[in-house]
């Protein structure tokens, strides 16, 4: 294609897009109302499978219980692997004594405890991992290690919350696409309004000779422009919306002194947005103005 | 230059639009095709347009085998094939010069080429002072011109007319088809659909008469009838 048709096309479409205000304003509506029902979709799924990673994160406390007569060389030992451990984030060494405390704050009645000595309780450790999806392979790994008596972490809980991570991520992945195509069948329908409207002159252009492709481009440079004026424009109000309910949550939680739920920064997440915003805007104007065009390039 | 080797269109509905049609057409002929309503004359042209495609037979058109042909080739045939409807088929939202500049644009023609063009067709049907106007602002034959200019304008070996003047009163159909005899005196070939009977008749040239889809005369310098 030569320099001067693409210049040929750029200007056509921007002088459609301008040129069917009308329609042009009626398709961006649809690609900006698709796109803010999406994002709201998205965030929310990022949100809850952030909160929900949080959570894991608070309830993977891995225990690790000694023999009860282990050498305190031995311990020390093991206590330094753990600490080394690439995968372990911290590591509290909890000695008889401090158990023997704790035990003794949390019981109701402390004479249950008068004749015992801290010798009967074991040591342990209490260990928070880098990421609680190692979990497994680690304590089958620390189970094994001479001296180590025990392990307790709530397994059946992890378990649980990491196939509700799995569901949500699959469900969310299903309901996306399914508004994707959604979205590009009405977005679709509206660009073939225009296009109907100019079915007579695509008419003569085939008859001149015009390529098919000739005649698309400035229906797809069309679709393109919407589709990134509505990615712009949805990004700004997804962001509005965003702050302002960010803003709300945290000073409910000032008030409250505390938050059920955590907002990622839209910092961190905005960049993302905007890219998903953009692909799917450009993808929608271009996949929908390509369907209207393609019946009426038949003659 | 165009052949058709026992051509016959039947439509999907059933209806025949051309029944076992032969002839040849030779380059610089002026060749009129005549019959009743629904004799299948605008069949005809549409077949050498790629518009249909024939259900039976062969048909050549300026080494294209319309019968045998890739859709991506479509655009290069028509590049060498000038159309002119009843219905004029200009664009209402661009000026004359536009209209005919359009037709270079869509060939990707360079736009030094385009300016001196344009007014080249737009002199030839006479039309140079009217470039500027709108399609709406023009008399019917005045826009039959601007059309013929845009079918001119890239130099086709073969001018199509199917009915060019069916929505022409007797003296502008007259000025039409002289006009049409002028393309063709430059060496275009052409070929018109009418019902013009007078004219043809007048102008005694090739006619071929159309009946049912079949080929009932084809006759040098022969008339409307071609009842001698
Ligand atoms: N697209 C189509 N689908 C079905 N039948 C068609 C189609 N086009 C034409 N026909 C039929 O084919 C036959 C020939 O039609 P055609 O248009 O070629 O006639 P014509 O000679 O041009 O008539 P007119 O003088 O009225 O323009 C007619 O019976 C017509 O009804
Ligand atoms: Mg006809």
Same mark, same amino acid.
């Given at each position: ?24 304003? #009626? ?10 029902? %999406?994002?709201? %979709? ?28 282990? #050498?305190?060389?031995?311990? +020390? ?14 590591? +509290? ?12 704050? #949390? ?78 069948? /009405? ?14 002159? /695509? ?49 409910? #939680? ?46 | ?5 026992? !051509? ?87 000026? !004359?010069?536009?209209? !005919? ?128």
């Amino acid at each position: 294609m030569k320099l001067r048709t693409i210049k040929y096309m750029i200007r056509e479409g921007f002088s459609n897009t301008y040129k069917n205000l009308l329609m042009t304003l #009626a398709s961006l509506t649809m690609v900006i109302s698709s796109l803010l029902i %999406f994002g709201i %979709f998205l965030l929310v799924t990022i949100i809850l499978s952030f909160n929900l990673k949080q959570m894991e994160k608070q309830i993977a406390e891995v225990v690790i219980w000694l023999d009860k007569d282990i #050498a305190p060389l031995q311990a +020390d030992d093991i206590e330094l692997m753990l600490k080394n451990d690439e995968r372990v984030l911290k590591c +509290d060494r909890i000695t008889k004594e401090q158990a023997f405390a704790e035990l003794n704050e #949390a019981l109701e009645d402390p004479s249950l405890l008068e004749g015992y000595t801290p010798e009967f309780l074991s040591e342990s450790f209490r260990l928070r991992m880098k990421d609680v999806a190692q979990i497994d392979e680690f304590t089958e790994e620390i189970r094994a290690v001479t001296g180590v008596e025990d392990i307790d972490f709530p397994k059946d809980f992890l378990d649980k919350l990491s196939l509700i991570l799995k569901w949500i991520n699959a469900g969310s992945m299903f309901i996306l696409a399914l508004l994707l195509i959604i979205s590009v069948s /009405i977005i679709s329908n509206t660009i073939k309004l225009t296009v109907y409207a100019r079915r007579k002159e /695509i008419g003569i252009m085939k008859y001149i000779g015009a390529t098919d492709w000739f005649i698309r481009w400035p229906f797809i440079i069309e679709g393109i422009i919407i589709g990134l004026v509505g990615a712009v424009v949805s990004f700004v109000i997804t962001g509005y919306l965003y702050n302002a309910l960010e803003t709300y949550i945290n000073s409910e #939680a000032v008030i409250s002194g505390m938050s059920l739920i955590r907002m990622l920064p839209l910092k961190d997440i905005g960049g993302q947005i905007l890219f998903v915003y953009i692909i799917i805007g450009v993808v929608m104007g271009t996949v929908g103005s390509i369907i209207s065009v393609r019946k009426h390039l038949n003659v | 230059m165009i052949e058709f080797k026992s !051509v016959t269109k039947r439509y999907s509905n059933g209806a025949i639009g051309l029944q076992d049609a032969s002839f040849t057409i030779e380059k610089g002929e002026f060749v009129f095709v005549v019959g009743p309503s629904g004799s299948g004359k605008s069949t005809l042209l549409k077949l050498i347009l790629h518009e249909e495609v024939p259900t039976e037979g062969e048909v050549y058109v300026n080494g294209f085998s319309i019968h045998n042909m890739r859709r991506s080739e479509i655009p290069y045939l028509r590049r060498g094939l000038g159309v002119v409807f009843q219905d004029f088929r200009l664009l209402p939202n661009k000026t !004359v010069y536009d209209n !005919v500049a359009f037709a270079m644009q869509i060939v990707e023609a360079q736009p030094k080429e385009i300016r001196r063009q344009v007014p080249v067709a737009l002199a030839l049907v006479g039309l140079s002072k009217k470039a500027k106007a709108y399609p709406d602002q023009l008399s019917g034959g005045e826009q039959q011109r601007v059309s013929l200019a845009r079918a001119l304008v890239n130099n086709p070996s073969i001018l199509l007319a199917d009915e060019p003047t069916g929505n022409l009163d007797p003296a502008i159909s007259r000025e039409i088809m002289y006009l049409l005899d002028e393309i063709n005196q430059r060496g275009t070939t052409v070929i018109v659909a009418t019902h013009e009977k007078s004219l043809v008749d007048e102008m005694e040239k090739r006619v071929i008469s159309l009946d049912y889809g079949r080929i009932v005369h084809d006759v040098q310098k022969g008339n409307y009838t071609n009842e001698a």
